[in-house]
């Protein structure tokens, strides 16, 4: 993502003319003004280190998205610490200490309390570990625990 938009910018292109850019391989999708289109495709065949191939696809569909690894484990509460723990693979006096310190974000919105309740639907980010998407925490283990399913992006 950094060398893509750091390609573009060296072209003197405007931030604002640059939309999403998804990071995939073999394959990545940047979202542009049509305005810089052409430009773009004369002037950039080097990103980063590599050289690259360029087109423009006005298809509806995106050749390259998100996939994902889908988790599961048990855990004793649906408190954020709980979470975190299971996620990061870390005690929750260290999931704590991630969230205090500003880690971490639910729905992309920072959260300093260890307390705050997590909800199915959430999308957690962990610096430094990656995002997770939680689907499901309405199971209960025979050991009273509940099942979290989840999905970290990758």
């Known amino acids: 993502h950094r060398d893509i938009l750091g390609s573009l910018m060296a072209q003197g292109i405007e931030r604002d003319k640059v939309g999403d850019i998804l990071v995939s391989h073999p394959c990545s999708v940047v979202f542009l003004a049509s305005s810089i289109a052409e430009h773009i495709l004369l002037s950039v065949d080097k ?53 205090e310190s500003g880690f971490v974000a639910v729905n992309g919105i920072e959260i300093l309390k260890v307390t705050k309740a997590v909800l199915e639907g959430d999308v957690i980010s962990v610096r430094k570990v990656g995002k997770f998407k939680i689907d499901s925490m309405s199971d209960v283990s025979k050991k009273g625990r509940i099942i979290l399913k989840c999905r970290k992006y990758t």
Request: glycine share 6%; proline share 4%; hydrophobic share 35%.
């Open 47 to 99: 990103i980063g280190n590599c050289g690259v191939q360029l087109e423009v696809d006005e298809s509806e569909t995106v050749p390259c998205g998100n996939s994902f690894l889908e988790l599961s484990d048990t855990i004793p509460s649906k408190r954020l610490d709980c979470i975190v723990s299971s996620l990061a693979k870390t005690s929750r006096s260290k999931a704590a200490e991630l969230i």
